[in-house]
């Protein structure tokens, strides 16, 4: 009797067997909300990285979440141990804000500290790793300091890197409710980028490569712009992003005639919502 060939993984997804990623959250005492803290969004975006309802990127062991370290030791600790692990993709994800993040990514002004800032060993160990492709995703204060410990400038138009590196990230939108509470703003990345993985995007390719995720996460928040009158979403933001097209990060449940769009898809890009927008003007 003949029996169905196994299907193959497409060759942009991450090696179940040879990836790893550990994804790192900062809380913030001032977000109010534990939803909106980063550990709640971080969570989230590890269950869309190991959906099997999407071709999740990452097997469920594969995925370390460290988001209540009370020591940079036990970040070290995961992260030596994936890029230990990782022959083919080692992804690095990092949300942070506040009084723990800046202890946490900015090099200390103690004078009886070494000054070294834990992310920046983070990076070494990253960039020192055997992986072949390396992701780095940051959505965190001080995102120049953070994103040249890995890559120098990232750049918006998504200039290679050496090395088989991708990294792609933001500073978070923060404004005031009232009093010292922060509440995020409606361009916030990691939890953006989970929901396009969950959701797929309309028209895009049968998998997410980080170029693809890139344009369709600035999509939607052009979307929001449209549909949101608050002062504080005037425009749409970016994402800085450097590669991108050699590494997808799940697949398209929305892909093709017979794909998936009950969770309502991302569209393409900002310039496709732009169109959709005017056209139902």
């Known amino acids: 009797m003949a029996t169905d060939a196994p299907q193959q993984r497409h060759a942009l997804l991450p090696d179940l067997a040879r990836s790893r990623a550990v994804l790192v959250a900062c809380d913030n005492d001032?977000?109010?909300?534990?939803?909106?803290?980063?550990?709640?969004?971080?969570?989230?975006?590890?269950?869309?990285?190991?959906?099997?309802?999407?071709?999740?990127?990452?097997?469920?062991?594969?995925?370390?979440?460290?988001?209540?370290?009370?020591?940079?030791?036990?970040?070290?600790?995961?992260?030596?141990?994936?890029?230990?692990?990782?022959?083919?993709?080692?992804?690095?994800?990092?949300?942070?804000?506040?009084?723990?993040?800046?202890?946490?990514?900015?090099?200390?002004?103690?004078?009886?500290?070494?000054?070294?800032?834990?992310?920046?060993?983070?990076?070494?160990?990253?960039?020192?790793?055997?992986?072949?492709?390396?992701?780095?995703?940051?959505?965190?204060?001080?995102?120049?300091?953070?994103?040249?410990?890995?890559?120098?400038?990232?750049?918006?138009?998504?200039?290679?890197?050496?090395?088989?590196?991708?990294?792609?990230?933001?500073?978070?939108?923060?404004?005031?409710?009232?009093?010292?509470?922060?509440?995020?703003?409606?361009?916030?990345?990691?939890?953006?980028?989970?929901?396009a993985l969950r959701s797929g995007v309309a028209d895009g390719p049968e998998v997410l490569d980080v170029v693809t995720l890139r344009n369709a996460v600035e999509g939607r928040w052009a979307q929001l712009g449209y549909g949101v009158e608050n002062e504080y979403v005037t425009a749409p933001d970016t994402l800085s992003l450097v590669g991108g097209h050699d590494v997808a990060l799940g697949g398209n449940i929305a892909f093709g005639p017979e794909g998936d769009r009950s969770r309502g898809p991302f569209h393409l890009d900002a310039g496709v919502v732009d169109l959709v927008e005017r056209w139902w003007d």
């Open 30 to 195: 001032a977000v109010r909300v534990p939803e909106l803290q980063p550990s709640a969004r971080t969570a989230r975006l590890a269950q869309a990285l190991t959906s099997p309802d999407a071709a999740g990127a990452f097997h469920p062991d594969a995925v370390m979440v460290v988001t209540a370290h009370r020591h940079p030791a036990e970040v070290l600790d995961a992260v030596r141990r994936a890029a230990e692990e990782a022959s083919d993709v080692l992804l690095l994800h990092y949300v942070g804000s506040g009084p723990r993040h800046r202890e946490f990514a900015l090099p200390s002004a103690d004078p009886r500290s070494e000054g070294t800032a834990p992310l920046r060993t983070v990076a070494d160990i990253v960039l020192e790793s055997r992986a072949a492709r390396r992701v780095v995703l940051l959505d965190c204060e001080d995102f120049e300091t953070a994103s040249g410990l890995f890559a120098g400038s990232p750049s918006p138009g998504g200039a290679e890197a050496a090395g088989g590196l991708c990294l792609m990230g933001k500073p978070p939108s923060l404004y005031f409710g009232s009093g010292d509470e922060a509440i995020p703003a409606g361009d916030e990345f990691t939890a953006t980028l989970a929901e």
